[in-house]
């Protein structure tokens, strides 16, 4: 079971709904009650709890992330985890700075009267602590498209919790999550994750755990893109190049519609979308980070990424959903794959421009 990713593929496709990495996951709570967890594991659970703080104490955690606890639990130093940049780490102060709002009662008051309007993006570790102009461009592709963006409060999801089998804790960190999230939900806002895994987890993990009463309903952002696009009759027109989508496999695997959804996003907005057969970049989360899982996470990427990336990344419109799938590639190919969302912006700013006469 050490060489299972935990990408959720198999939970999606299974016609009988074999759940490899939650059986992994209840089978490493119980190896947990009489073994010492890898040291490895823990690593990864304390960086977490680092990179958490982050915001609080930006200097010390920029300090300690870049150091030794990361070079250790990862492989040689040019295979690094995810380094967190201490400049661009504040996804709150940047999105007041930005002139978005932070979803509180008070903020939620204030946008009442357009509430039919309102979307609460939610927040997940990797977005917000690694790529955290991507929160940004998120608030402000929507703020473009006629919507009125907030922000959730960050409270960490747990899913590394889940993945690594320390079930108690992740109950207690869902339970939190999820209490803050219903609460915003009750609102009658609806709640949207940029990045598919780590949205995916409030209707499988979170369900199974909090049962489905308790458990926020948190969309994909194409799933409430596409239906709030078609309602909003908004279509930005214009003959584009092709774009082309890598993506993620437990996003493909464990949401049925969501390519249909990009593909109507993006012709909602006047761009051709070609979504790309492609199966898991071999990352997923932290596994490809960790030194003994190197060499499996680069012959995964080879076998279906790799040709794929280097094939479309010249045309300039190569695009992937996943955090962890933008990371492989970065680190192997050395190519910025945008996420949608930076493209789509792209173009809905361009045309702006151009209505507008600028
Ligand atoms: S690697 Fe992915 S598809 Fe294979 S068993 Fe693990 S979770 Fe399932």
């Not at 009463?213 to 930005?236: D, F, K, M, T």
Request: with cysteine; aromatic share 8%; proline share 6%.
């Amino acid at each position: 079971m050490d060489t299972c990713l935990a990408c959720k593929s198999c939970a999606g496709q299974c016609p009988v709904k074999v759940d490899v990495p939650d059986f992994r996951s209840k089978f490493l709570a119980l190896y947990h009650t009489r073994y010492h967890a890898q040291s490895g594991t823990c690593c990864w659970h304390g960086w977490n709890l680092l990179c958490h703080s982050w915001p609080r104490h930006p200097g010390s955690a920029r300090q300690r992330a870049a150091g030794e606890p990361r070079r250790k639990i990862t492989a040689a130093p040019h295979r690094p985890g995810p380094r967190a940049d201490a400049e661009r780490c504040r996804p709150d102060r940047r999105t007041r700075r930005a002139c978005f709002a932070i979803a509180t009662p008070a903020s939620i008051a204030a946008v009442e009267a357009q509430a039919r309007r309102a979307v609460i993006v939610v927040q997940d570790a990797f977005t917000s602590h690694f790529e955290t102009g991507l929160v940004l461009d998120t608030l402000r592709l929507l703020d473009r498209l006629g919507f009125h963006p907030l922000l959730a409060p960050f409270l960490p999801g747990g899913k590394p919790l889940h993945v690594h089998g320390f079930l108690g804790r992740f109950h207690r960190t869902a339970e939190k999550n999820a209490t803050m999230l219903k609460r915003l939900e009750s609102t009658g806002i609806p709640l949207i994750g940029i990045d598919p895994a780590m949205t995916l987890i409030y209707r499988s993990e979170y369900k199974e755990t909090l049962g489905e009463a308790n458990s926020p309903h948190v969309y994909l952002l194409q799933e409430w893109l596409a239906q709030a696009l078609a309602s909003a009759g908004s279509h930005i027109s214009d003959d584009v190049e092709p774009c082309f989508l890598l993506p993620h496999c437990t996003e493909r695997t464990n949401a049925a519609a969501a390519m249909d959804n990009w593909e109507r996003v993006f012709t909602a907005c006047g761009a051709q979308l070609n979504v790309l057969p492609v199966g898991c970049c071999g990352m997923s989360g932290t596994y490809g980070h960790e030194a003994q899982n190197r060499s499996t996470s680069e012959t995964i990427y080879q076998m279906s990424w790799g040709p794929t990336v280097a094939r479309h990344y010249a045309g300039g419109r190569l695009m992937a959903t996943g955090y962890s799938c933008r990371c492989q590639a970065s680190a192997i190919d050395a190519v910025a794959l945008p996420h949608p969302v930076q493209v789509l912006l792209a173009l809905v700013g361009s045309r702006a421009a151009v209505k507008s006469g600028r």
